[in-house]
């Protein structure tokens, strides 16, 4: 069930603030009916299964900042077609960020359509 829908993202859910937000604007957009919120330690643990299947789908990677693991792992996977958003890339700064509905609100603002 981690892999079904038309449209799925993939949240880096580091421990950082910006990995927070991500992880929860992810949460955000499947709550909103958006999108199907996957895991993506899938990908990252090599489950062909998930891999394939998300290599059909409309795919959005929501990483918090340019170190972008999210992106790393499935670009090692050979992923080509999908949308890609990195939080630090909307003026939020990487621990100086406070983890607020205000602020997944307005992350989720700017992603909500992609």
Known sequence: MCD??????????GASDVGCISDKVARSLQVAGKRKMSCLALV????????????????LVIDGCPIACG???????????????VITDYGFKKGETPVSDKTVIEVLSKVVEL
């Open 4 to 13: 079904t829908g038309d449209k799925i993202v993939l949240a880096c859910s």
């Open 71 to 85: 992106r790393r792992i499935v670009k090692k996977h050979d992923f080509a077609n999908y949308k890609h958003v």
């Open 44 to 59: 990252g643990a090599g489950i062909q299964k998930s891999i394939d299947n998300f290599k059909t789908k409309d795919l």
